[in-house]
């Protein structure tokens, strides 16, 4: 019981670290952008490529895998997605979509469709054994980064100017832009943050969940739920919700009922069932605050 | 001259009616289109097989067409309908152990058309509410609910091995399903065009003209005494029973329902269909389901695996250069045709 909360922890945070940046655009420009999972499956496959074919530590591969992603999504923001701020959500679906079956299409060209694992550094092999329950120290090492991130993202959002400025122009943009604020300078740097974090989460999660040109698309309802339970108008909120899910999720591949005879994985239904119930009756997200817009 | 004075002598109402009975009347190419088609069946024989995949996927994007062209619901779990229809039918199909009654397609069609129906009579209440964002999840979720159960519930379903020992009665008791699927094209082909001829009545009905108005501005629809909700119901209960008849057709003549039918891409891939033909015409989904199609035989035959990438770029480059698809296009060219005509 205790390991599935530990799993759920572990797993939760990375999601968080995963979806944030998402949550973040979504609340900033109201685009959708369904493409978020390409740049964690980026950001995986880069820890990939510099472990396996070049021998370097996970230690390196994070943080290359953050710079790069960022880097690939500013890219992308300034060339094209700048284009579609004004564009109707249709056309903003229809083209992110196009995005990740370009970006699968693409890995599975370059990496091959099989799954990629990566090896969990040597020093964080193995469990810590603390009385009844034994911890994996990968995990530990997981909830740990994605903590620390966490807290820097809440101070960084509620102390620095540029965070100020960002809440600002997540909750009325128009007026932002009034008060003499370039929110489009301050979108292309959190659309590239965001980017990076969820190539640095793509690249953590490597060693936990194996990546495969399938990535964006399983995980883009995951997003999608951390979004909708979470709203978009705070971090705190996505980031509950993102636990929430990740314990949700590992528990329920663990408690397998029997209904008539037949085992049945209740975890997908339930999950879903949440989200869509969720939807309903509270649209702003559990934790959101009803935003005017 | 005299009939510009006769039209104004008419009251607003009866040239409203004028105006909406000009934009129902049926056009000569129409008209060719759907000759063309049944002629596709005694031409190329051997592609027959290609041509009923078209037409079901025409069908599949019809229907899409109308929640999202007519309604404008955007919706990302489309296919849910569309598998749905086909795990109906197929199990229909299979109960009867392909002896009428049970075994009957047109009843198949119909059993398959009152479930999604029904389905999509609940799920429309759970999909009106909220903005764009809120909808696309609802429906997504809705959609992967449904594979779940799928998968999941292999005893009746067959799960991931695919439903096995669907056999089809005879169509009306006369027809066989043949091997070249010749009939089978046919029979898609027929329930196509009745369909498209309905969903033509509807749309030009007033039913189908307060939809247009609700997708326009859906505030002032509401002030002008349209109930939207209902509408949007109605609309998405429509668009779900289309579906399901175009996954029983699936079912039917390829006599096989895998779990595939529920994923993802279909969605997708009908989405695609339908703003590639052009959102809100009825004839988009059926050519761009051709080129669709022609596209995907075309494509995978060079790179089978790699499919996808091209599909994503065709989606990019459509939302970035063409906008309003196909018959868009061939709309606007149609207008510079006859403004270039009128000229001298």
Request: hydrophobic fraction near 55%; proline fraction near 3%; aromatic fraction near 12%.
């Amino acid at each position: 019981m205790l390991t599935i909360l530990f799993d759920g922890l572990a797993y939760g945070m990375l999601l968080f670290v995963l979806a944030v940046g998402l949550s973040v655009t979504l609340g900033l420009m109201n685009f959708i952008n369904l493409a978020h999972g390409a740049f964690a499956m980026a950001g995986g496959y880069v820890a990939v490529v510099m472990m396996q074919r070049y021998g370097l530590s996970l230690f390196w591969s994070l943080p290359a895998a953050f710079v790069l992603t960022a880097a690939v999504g500013a890219l992308l923001e300034r060339t094209l997605y700048v284009r579609l701020y004004d564009k109707t959500h249709l056309e903003q679906v229809l083209f992110t979509i196009g995005l990740t079956f370009m970006a699968m299409a693409t890995v599975d060209y370059f990496m091959g469709a099989s799954p990629q694992i990566v090896d969990v550094p040597k020093a964080l092999e193995g469990n810590f054994e603390l009385g009844i329950v034994s911890l994996n120290k990968y995990r530990i090492f997981v909830i740990a980064v994605c903590a620390l991130l966490t807290i820097a993202l809440q101070l960084g959002l509620s102390k620095t100017r540029f965070g100020s400025r960002l809440r600002a122009a997540v909750d009325d943009s128009r007026v932002a832009r009034g008060l003499g604020i370039d929110v489009t300078a301050i979108f292309a740097l959190t659309f590239a943050f965001g980017s990076g974090l969820a190539g640095f989460g793509g690249a953590l999660g490597s060693a936990i969940f194996s990546i495969d040109p399938q990535f964006p698309l399983k995980f883009m309802i995951y997003f999608l739920i951390v979004i909708a339970v979470g709203g978009t108008s705070t971090i705190t909120g996505p980031f509950l919700a993102s636990i929430l899910l990740g314990v949700a999720d590992v528990a329920g591949k663990y408690y397998t009922p029997e209904i008539g005879g037949h085992r049945i994985e209740i975890g997908g239904f339930v999950i879903y069932t949440i989200m869509v119930l969720v939807l309903i009756f509270r649209p702003q997200g559990l934790f959101g605050r009803a935003v005017g817009k | 001259m005299t009939d510009a004075t006769a039209t104004d002598s008419r009251s607003g109402t009866d040239r409203a009616m004028i105006y909406f009975a000009e934009r129902a009347r049926w056009r000569g190419p129409e008209v060719a289109l759907w000759i063309g088609a049944f002629a596709l069946a005694f031409l190329f024989p051997s592609r027959a097989l290609l041509f009923n995949e078209v037409a079901i996927l025409a069908l599949f994007a019809l229907s899409l067409d109308l929640v999202l062209g007519y309604a404008g619901i955007v919706s990302l779990g489309h296919g849910a309908f569309f598998g749905l229809g086909a795990y109906a039918a197929g199990l229909l199909a299979k109960a009867g152990a392909g002896a009428a009654p049970l075994s009957d397609p047109t009843l198949g069609l119909l059993f398959a058309a009152l479930v999604c129906a029904a389905v999509g009579y609940v799920t429309s209440f759970l999909v009106l509410r909220g903005s764009d964002l809120t909808r696309l999840m609802v429906t997504l979720g809705v959609a992967l609910i449904f594979q779940e159960i799928a998968n999941r519930m292999a005893w009746l379903t067959g799960g991931a091995d695919g439903l096995q020992g669907v056999a089809p009665a005879n169509i009306l008791g006369m027809f066989e399903f043949d091997l070249y699927g010749r009939n089978a094209y046919l029979y898609s082909l027929t329930v196509l065009m009745v369909l498209f001829v309905f969903a033509r009545k509807i749309v030009h009905s007033p039913f189908g003209i307060s939809l247009r108005a609700i997708k326009g501005n859906s505030l002032r629809a509401g002030a002008i005494g349209i109930p939207v909700n209902r509408r949007l119901n109605g609309a998405y209960t429509l668009g779900a029973a289309y579906a399901g008849v175009a996954g029983a057709l699936l079912a039917q003549t390829t006599a096989f329902v895998s779990l595939d039918v529920l994923d993802f891409h279909r969605s997708a891939d009908v989405m695609l269909i339908v703003v590639f033909g052009g959102v809100g015409t009825l004839y988009g989904a059926v050519v761009g389901a051709a080129a669709f199609k022609a596209m995907y035989d075309v494509l995978a035959a060079a790179t089978p695996q790699y499919w996808e990438f091209w599909l994503g770029l065709v989606l990019v480059l459509l939302v970035l250069f063409v906008r309003g698809g196909v018959m868009g296009l061939l709309g606007a060219f149609y207008a510079r045709l006859q403004r270039v005509g009128g000229r001298p």
